[in-house]
């Protein structure tokens, strides 16, 4: 009788188990996500800080987090990039204690607090090659004209004949948000290439004829040309002179959002990133940031 | 587990109960964890299942089937969820890769079969079990820094230097993917082959056909069902494939002009959007509606593999 005894546990097992499947939970509670959110949001020890987020951000972060370990021992800093949106998603469900983000939260998630740790340019930079050579500058219209993909050959912006090929960031990306508020008015890109990371977009830049993106000005490099914008009759360089006085728009906040105010490990870890010492000697060392203090201009939105 | 659970009616239930009385502890402990094994295999397929459709058919609901399989547009950051772009790419890499790939796979198992000399035959199928092994991302990536750059060059040289063509899209998905799946279409095509009994061979040569006869008007004919499960099986992985797809195709979700601009497939696209999906919105639910489509299509491919394959079985 064993056998039998055995089956019907067995059976009862199963139906326990699959019984989650079949249940009326509602759509809000979509078990993917709630499983991830609570394998991350396992108990850490307390030194450990766990980040993800901007990809624009993480060098920095990954700079600081350096420092900060070798500073603090048994202190241990998690980072993961994976865009903006999911930084912002993963700290407001309690995945990671810290949201790197190259925008600002939307109104809607009023626990988060803002830590605004550095200043970023982002700008168009594009495939090198004969065709662009004579390309110094591009309009602020026309700069938006290209990436709705009205403008499609080189011609068109003083260069040769040449097809212009979009390359877009995946639409969690931060780059493309902050990009696209400043220089189209909002997500209007033309339906294109999708790169999901900087780094990639980098290597598809200089391997495709023609193409144009946008990044964050620290994946800025002598092989890529990067475009200065014509603002009336000047040619705006996207410069840190440039961005702190306001001359250049297209820049954001770097934020680390955490849920409600930061306490513990993650507070000494902020007041380390935030500290004078790290700020005015650390930050400015790394390229393409710039410190929160030293800008003329401020926003408050994207 | 099917065995275990046909085998308990109450008669054999008894007869095993006679042949082992009172059976000692190890041995029930063993039965009793296998089971829990055989459960375990079961409740966990079950559950992805089930998942699956939870939230896959909240989002069907909300969207409509109709445009999930049929809309020209998916923008969910916009609320638009056309699925067209997806399926249609999918569809077409994976149809390419079986023209592409399993068509060469096929011929040559015959070859390997019926024509190579032993020694070839072996080491050919060492290697073609290597390549079936490399696992997607290495093809992925040997393909993003070789085939596209070409498959653009020939794009240029078809449509024109100036016009807005590259090696991104399906063009050089289909080949990859037909690359990809040719060693596994071979390998089980050579043993469909194989299982064609030897005597049909030497009647056909004893009636005076040629090898090359025998090999297509005998062998071929008799293995088809055997082939075609080859073919479809290549089919299946080649629409499920995501990694190397992901890194080929652009990312466009749009429907593409031609094989040479950047389009999308299911599961690249789910790949794209899963990290700004936030659970409970439309978005992520119109996700898991194309997960689940990707899965329906793949049970009907495994089914028609089945009906396919059973008849054979007996003979």
Known sequence: MLVRSELIALALGLAAAVCPGCDKTPPSEAPVGTASTQAAAAPVSEGTVRISGSSALQPLVNAAKEKYETE?????????AGGSKKGLVDVSSGAVQIGDSDIFAAPDQKDLVDHRVAVVGFAAMANKGPYNAKVSSVGMDQLAKVFTGEIKNWKDLGGGSQPIVVINRAPASGTRTVFGNVVLGGDKFVESQTEDNSGALV?????????????????????????????GPDAIDPTTESITQGKYPVWSYEHMYTKGEATGAVKRFLDYVLSPDFQSTVLPSIKGFIPVTVMKVQRTKD | MQQVIAQTPEDSLQRRVRLAPRSRWPDALVRVFVKACGGFVLATTLLLIGFLARTGLVGMKEVGIWPLLFGSRWKPEDQLYGGLPLVLGTFVSALGAAVIGATPAVLAAVWLTEFAPAPVRSSYRRLMEIAAAVPSVVYGWLALVHLVPLIGT?????YGADSDVGGEGLASSAVLLGVMIAPTVLLLSVDALARVP?????????????????????????AWRGLLVAVFFGFARAAGETMAVQMVIGGARVIPANLFRPTTTISSQIVMDMQNARPGTPGNNALFSMALILLVVSVAVVLVMRTLSRPQVRG
């Not at chain 1, 603090?72 to 993961?80: P, Q, T």
């Not at chain 2, 040629?210 to 297509?216: E, G, I, K, L, V």
Request: no cysteine; glycine share 4%; net charge positive.
């Open chain 1, 203 to 231: 290597a598809k830049l200089k391997q495709t004829q023609g193409s144009i993106s946008y990044l964050a000005l620290s994946f800025k490099e002598d092989d890529l040309l990067t475009l200065p914008i014509k603002i």
């Open chain 1, 72 to 80: 603090h021992k048994g202190a241990s800093i998690e980072v993961s």
């Open chain 2, 154 to 158: 020939l794009a240029h040289a078809i």
């Open chain 2, 198 to 222: 030897h005597n049909l061979r030497e009647a056909s040569a004893a009636l005076g056909a040629s090898p090359w006869q025998t090999a297509f008007q005998v062998v071929m004919p008799h």
